[in-house]
């Protein structure tokens, strides 16, 4: 048998169902994240998007994936 409490099952069955729908969890942070919450949350979203690669253009309001940085070689390596 399981060992796991029924809190700890609970708290995975809430983590699949909420991954599982962006729309819920959309509500329940709606609901329950004051704004302080959110707007880090959002930082943190955009740096790491920073950091994989995408770039934001504020001007044309676009997100888009950073183009490759060329690599500089020598002849025959």
Known sequence: MD???????LVFSIGYAISRSRDLMREILRQHATDQPRQELAER?????????????????VLRRRPPTSLHRTPGA
């Open 45 to 61: 979203v955009v740096k790491h998007l920073e950091q994989s690669g995408f770039e934001l253009d504020e001007q044309q309001q």
């Open 3 to 9: 060992r796991r409490s029924l809190r700890d099952q």
